[in-house]
């Protein structure tokens, strides 16, 4: 059993930087790797990125070159520095951690989400 809040999302305008943290608590021991994902309204949730517990990072090539993800294993927390947003980044941001129960299978686990509003 894991649990992820998230916080950070708001208001900005266009240009602006925002950060999202996720922070991880239960049994985060078995987490494999944890990421971001976005669901705007209308369309299907998507990956904007992840990271693995060996440090490997993933992004959606609509974010690439301004958005990081980061973790701090200490605090098991989870990190989205977004900069220059654009109005098309408006959405709900999720968290995401999933642990490997099997092979070639995942258990996922999610944040409650927190909106991202991009003013243009």
């Known amino acids: 059993q894991v649990q992820l809040v998230e916080a950070g999302g708001g208001l900005v305008q266009a240009g602006g930087s925002l950060r999202l943290s996720c922070a991880a608590s239960?049994?985060?021991?078995?987490?494999?790797?944890m990421g971001w994902y976005r669901q705007a309204p209308g369309k299907e949730r998507e990956l904007v990125s992840n990271i693995t517990n060996g440090g490997t990072t993933d992004y959606a090539d609509s974010v690439k070159g301004r958005f990081t993800i980061s973790r701090d294993n200490t605090k098991n927390t989870l990190y989205l520095q977004m900069n220059s947003l654009k109005f098309e980044d408006t959405a709900v941001y999720y968290c995401n951690a999933y642990c490997l129960v099997g092979v070639g299978v995942r258990w996922d686990y999610w944040g409650q989400g927190t909106q991202v509003t991009v003013s243009s």
């Open positions: 239960g049994d985060t021991i078995c987490i494999a790797a």
